[in-house]
C-alpha cells in the first residue's frame, strides 16, 4: 500500500467492531478505510458512518474464505451467544449488543449473504422460546406475533427466524410454565420449614373471577420468598366450601399440604367459613401447630383499608364540597389567581397547592383533603366575595373533616409501614398495630356525637382483627432479638391496663407450646435419621458391634441430662439481654441466620413465624379500593392459559430479580 505521509489510526480508539477488519488511514484532513483482506479502500471520514464498511465485509469474498466467525473476538462471541431473556447480564454494554445485531442483520444484504453468514449461530428454539419468554415476562398479548409491524421487524432482523402464530406461542407459554413448575416444585421440595399461603381475588374484564394462591417461605439462605402457586378461575356462584376444596385440591397438586403453616386471608366474612374448613382438615391430620391457632391470619393492610372506607364514607358530603371547591377553583386561571391573592392576603403561604383526588386511591383523597385543611380560611373569604361559589363546607364541616383527616393521617402512615420493605417479615407489625390499637380507644373518647360511633365502628372492626390475629403478630415480635417479650408487656400496659397479665400469660403460653411442638419435629426427624443411620451401621460392614449392651444407657444418660435443670432455646433467648434497637444494618433474618447454631429449636420455629405473610399489599395496591383486574389481552385467554402466563410471570421475574 504505497501511501506517503498516511498514518495508521489505531483501532483501539475506535469503537465499531467492523475496525477489527480495517485499517483507518489518515492523510492531511481525509480518511481512507482499507480493508485488511482484499485492500479495497473505501471511506475512512467519521461522517460516513459504518454501514458501507459492514456492506463491503459481507461480499469481501477473500474474507469470507477466512470463515465468518473471524469477526467476532472470543468475548463477543459470548456476548451475543448470551442474548436471551432467560440470561440477563445487566453488565452488557448497550451500544455493543447494537453493533452486533448491525453486523448480523443489514437491511441490504442479499439472501445468500445471509446464508453465508447468518446460519452460523442462530437457533430457531431457542429464539422461540426467548420471544415466548418476553411475552411472559412483559405481559404482551400473544396476538403480537401476527402483527404485521412485528413481523416485518423479526423478518428484516433475522430472516431465517420462522414466525410462529398465536397459538404456536401459546404451547411454547404452556411448555415453558411445565419447566418452571418443576423447578418450583424441587425447590417447595427441599424447604427447610414450613410454608404460608395468601389468597387474593382478581377479576377479568368480562367479570370472571381467579383466585391466587401464593407462597411464603424462608429458605435455606434465610431470605423471605414468596411464589403464585396457582391462578384458578372460579364460578361467583361458588360456596365456601367449594372454594375451600379448590384450595385443598391446589395444596395437594403442589404436595405441600403437610407443609402449611398459616393462610393469610382478607377480612371478609366469607373468608372465615374458608379457613375454618382448611384448618379442621390440617388439623385432623395432625399438620398444624399450637392446635390451629395461628393458623387463621387477616391481612393488616385489608382491615386498615376497611376503617378508612368507614372514615371516608362519614366525610362522604364534606369530602364532596371540598372536591367542588378545587373543581371551582381550577375552573379558570382568573377564580385561581383571585385564591392565590386572598391566600397571601391571610398571611398563608402553603408550599403545596390545592389538587383533586383518585377516588380508587384513599391516599390520594387524604392529600387532597390535608391541603385542603391548610387553605380553609381562603375558601371561606373566597366565597363572601365571591357569589358563585356556595360549595364551602361550614364550619362544623371544616372541624369535623379535621378531626377524620387526622385519622387517616395514621392510617397512611400504618399503610407506609406495611410496604416499605418488599419482602416485610411478621415481627414488623405487632407495635405499628398496637398504636392504631391506641389511637382507636382515644378516638372512642371523642365528645362529638357525629365522631364518637365513627370510632367505635372501627374500633368494633379492628377488634374482630385483632381476635384473629394477636397471637401471631406477638409471637413474631417476641422472635425479634431487639423486642422479646418486653415489647408485648408495654404495648399490652397501655391498651388493657389491668387486664393485661392475662394476655400477656396468652403469648408466652403460645410460644412455649409452639416451641415444644417444633422440639418434638426436630427430635422425630433426628431419629429418623438415626434410624437410618443406625440401621446402616448395623450392616457387618460397619464394624459396630451389634450385641453393645449400653444402647439403653445412652438413651438414659440424655433422658437425665435433659431433665436435670437445662434450659431450652427458648428460656435462654429470652434471658438474654436485647439486641440494640435501630442498630445500623439489623436484618432479623440474617441474625437468626448467624445464631442458628445456637438456638437450632427456636431457629426453626422462627423461620416458620417470621414467614407468614401478615399483609399481602404491595407498595401500588395498599391504599387502592379496587380489586385486582387482570390485563386486557389475557383476561380473553383461556383459564389455563391464565394461569400458566400469570404463574410463569411471577417465577421469571423472581429468578431476574436473585
Not at 420 to 439: D, I
Not at 523 to 544: E, I, K, M, N, Y
Not at 639 to 656: K, Y
Request: aromatic share 10%; proline share 3%.
Amino acid at each position: 500500500m504505497d501511501m506517503p505521509d498516511a498514518v495508521i489510526v489505531k483501532s483501539s480508539r475506535l469503537k465499531s467492531v467492523v475496525w477489527n477488519d480495517f485499517d483507518r488511514i489518515k492523510k492531511g484532513d481525509s480518511c481512507i478505510a482499507v480493508c485488511r483482506h482484499c485492500k479495497k479502500k473505501l471511506s475512512g471520514s467519521s461522517t460516513s458512518g459504518t454501514s458501507h464498511l459492514r456492506n463491503h465485509l459481507i461480499r469481501c469474498q477473500r474474507r469470507a474464505n477466512l470463515g465468518i466467525p473471524q469477526i467476532y473476538t472470543a468475548r463477543e462471541k459470548k456476548k451475543e451467544g448470551a442474548l436471551t431473556i432467560a440470561n440477563f447480564d445487566q453488565e452488557q454494554k448497550k451500544d455493543e449488543v447494537i453493533n452486533l445485531v448491525n453486523i448480523r442483520f443489514e437491511q441490504e444484504q442479499t439472501k445468500d449473504d445471509v446464508s453465508n453468514y447468518g446460519s452460523c449461530n442462530f437457533n430457531q428454539t431457542r429464539s422461540r422460546f426467548d420471544l415466548a419468554r418476553m411475552i411472559i415476562l412483559h405481559g404482551y398479548p400473544l396476538a403480537m406475533v401476527e402483527q404485521v409491524g412485528f413481523r416485518v421487524f423479526v423478518k428484516n432482523l433475522q430472516p431465517f427466524f420462522e414466525l410462529v402464530t398465536s397459538e404456536g406461542v401459546e404451547a411454547d407459554c404452556m411448555e415453558i410454565y411445565a419447566k418452571e413448575k418443576q423447578k418450583v416444585s424441587e425447590v417447595l421440595d427441599k424447604l427447610p420449614g414450613k410454608i404460608s399461603l395468601s389468597a387474593d381475588m382478581w377479576a377479568s374484564l368480562d367479570g370472571s373471577e381467579f383466585m391466587c394462591l401464593t407462597a411464603h417461605y424462608i429458605d435455606e439462605c434465610w431470605q423471605l420468598n414468596k411464589k403464585i402457586l396457582s391462578f384458578i378461575m372460579v364460578d361467583s356462584s361458588h360456596t365456601e366450601d367449594m372454594h375451600s376444596e379448590i384450595i385443598i385440591k391446589s395444596l395437594m397438586d403442589w404436595d405441600i399440604d403437610r407443609k402449611l403453616f398459616s393462610m393469610t386471608f382478607d377480612s371478609f366474612s366469607t373468608n372465615d367459613n374458608i379457613a375454618l374448613k382448611i384448618r379442621d382438615r390440617q388439623s385432623q391430620n395432625k399438620f398444624l401447630y399450637c392446635d390451629g391457632q395461628l393458623f387463621d391470619v387477616r391481612c393488616a393492610a385489608n382491615v386498615v383499608n376497611m376503617m378508612v372506607q368507614d372514615a371516608l364514607e362519614a366525610l362522604g358530603e364534606m369530602t364532596a364540597k371540598i372536591r367542588g371547591s378545587i373543581r371551582y377553583v381550577k375552573s379558570s386561571q382568573v377564580i385561581q389567581s383571585r385564591f392565590d391573592e386572598i391566600a397571601r392576603e391571610v398571611g398563608i403561604q402553603g408550599q403545596r397547592c390545592i389538587c383533586l383526588d383518585n377516588p380508587l386511591q384513599w391516599s390520594s383523597t387524604y392529600t387532597m383533603l390535608e391541603i385542603a385543611l391548610e387553605y380553609r380560611a381562603v375558601f371561606a373569604l373566597l366565597q363572601e366575595n365571591d357569589t358563585v361559589y356556595t360549595a364551602c363546607p361550614s364550619d362544623i364541616e371544616w372541624d369535623r373533616a379535621t378531626v377524620i383527616t387526622s385519622y387517616l393521617k395514621h392510617f397512611v402512615e400504618a399503610a407506609n409501614v406495611f410496604t416499605r420493605f418488599k419482602s416485610p417479615t411478621a415481627n414488623l407489625y405487632f407495635h405499628e398495630l398496637c398504636g392504631v390499637y391506641l389511637q382507636l380507644n382515644e378516638w372512642c373518647k371523642n365528645p362529638d356525637d357525629y365522631i364518637s360511633p365513627l370510632a367505635f365502628k372501627m374500633r368494633s372492626k379492628f377488634e374482630e382483627y385483632w381476635q384473629r390475629c394477636s397471637l401471631g403478630l406477638a409471637v413474631a415480635a417476641v422472635l425479634d432479638p431487639q423486642f422479646k417479650m418486653k415489647l408485648v408487656e408495654y404495648c399490652y400496659a397501655q391498651i388493657f391496663g389491668s387486664g393485661a397479665p392475662g394476655r400477656i400469660s396468652d403469648v408466652s403460653e403460645c410460644a412455649k407450646q409452639l416451641y415444644d411442638e417444633h422440639s418434638i419435629s426436630l427430635a422425630s426427624l433426628d431419629q429418623g435419621l438415626t434410624w437410618q443411620v443406625g440401621g446402616s451401621s448395623r450392616l457387618p460392614s460397619s464394624g459396630r458391634d451389634s450385641r453393645d449392651r449400653l444402647t439403653g444407657f445412652d438413651t438414659y444418660l440424655q433422658e437425665t441430662t435433659q431433665n436435670e435443670g437445662s434450659k431450652s432455646d427458648l428460656d435462654k433467648y429470652l434471658e438474654e439481654p436485647l439486641f440494640p434497637r435501630n442498630a445500623p444494618g439489623f436484618n432479623v433474618l440474617n441474625w437468626w441466620r448467624v445464631h442458628t447454631p445456637r438456638y437450632p429449636i427456636l431457629s426453626m420455629m422462627a423461620r416458620n413465624v417470621l414467614g407468614m405473610p401478615m399483609s399481602k399489599a404491595s407498595l401500588d395496591s395498599a391504599s387502592n379500593t379496587g380489586g385486582r383486574v387482570l390485563d386486557r389481552d389475557w383476561s380473553s385467554l383461556k383459564p389455563a392459559t391464565i394461569q400458566a402466563l400469570m404463574c410463569s410471570q411471577d417465577w421469571i421475574r423472581s429468578e431476574l430479580e436473585s
